[in-house]
């Protein structure tokens, strides 16, 4: 991607910024990608809803696979499952493995979605939800104020990324442990360069405490 202000972003760039910044770096700037067992999860549940159509459930349109955009943000992908309800109800439905639990890159994704889907059908979205595979249950998610803001906001930060064509740094934390990315990216390798380099610069500057 070459980060022009014409170039789309894709929505699950802002579920990968959410999560680590470097991790977001090394997918879409440097198109950087390499499986493991999560990576591997999260690809067989989305299996489920990979095939583009729809059916009826109850009086309820549910399309798998719909293509999404936002042409006032700049955005593009797909939502697993949107349910259109007879009351007028659009309803985003995003799947990931693991059990019921609240990540706030998965509900930036959701509500990026719902953005998409407000400007695509000129309709409210004001919920929507996270299908949690392996405890099969759903968790409904309030596109609230603050996630729209969030979603302007991250992507214009990764607008910003994409244009510098600068990798931001790694964490090098807890998240490292399960990023699929681990070995491409190096955390501690590049942290410890980092920690080097401003004990280099204490060492050289005349300006910085000496405790001898």
């Given at each position: 991607m070459t980060g022009g202000m014409d170039d789309p972003i894709s929505l699950s760039a802002l579920q990968h910024w959410a999560y680590c910044t470097r991790q977001c770096g090394?997918?879409?700037?440097?198109?950087?990608?390499?499986?493991?067992?999560?990576?591997?999860?999260?690809?067989?549940?989305?299996?489920l809803v990979d095939e583009p159509g729809y059916e009826m459930k109850a009086g309820v349109k549910v399309e798998r696979a719909l293509p999404l955009w936002s042409d006032r943000l700049g955005l593009i992908g797909k939502a697993d499952l949107v349910e259109f309800h007879p009351d007028g109800t659009v309803f985003p439905v995003e799947f990931k493995h693991g059990r019921k639990r609240q990540k706030v890159h998965d509900d930036l994704q959701l509500a990026a979605q719902a953005l998409c889907l407000e400007e695509m059908l000129g309709r409210p979205v004001p919920n929507g939800a996270i299908y949690?595979?392996?405890?099969?249950?759903?968790?409904?998610?309030?596109?609230?104020?603050?996630?729209?803001?969030?979603?302007?906001?991250?992507?214009?930060?990764?607008?910003?990324?994409?244009q510098a064509g600068t990798l931001p740094p790694p964490a090098n934390d807890a998240r490292c442990r399960e990023c699929s990315l681990k070995d491409i990216c190096q955390p501690e390798a590049v942290a410890g360069k980092g920690r080097q380099a401003a004990l280099r610069g204490e060492l050289f500057n005349p300006e910085a405490p000496r405790d001898f």
């Open positions: 090394l997918i879409h700037l440097e198109q950087a990608f390499a499986d493991n067992i999560h990576t591997a999860r999260g690809q067989a549940v989305h299996h949690h595979a392996s405890s099969r249950r759903r968790r409904e998610v309030a596109i609230t104020p603050e996630l729209r803001r969030l979603v302007e906001e991250t992507t214009a930060a990764i607008r910003q990324m994409l």
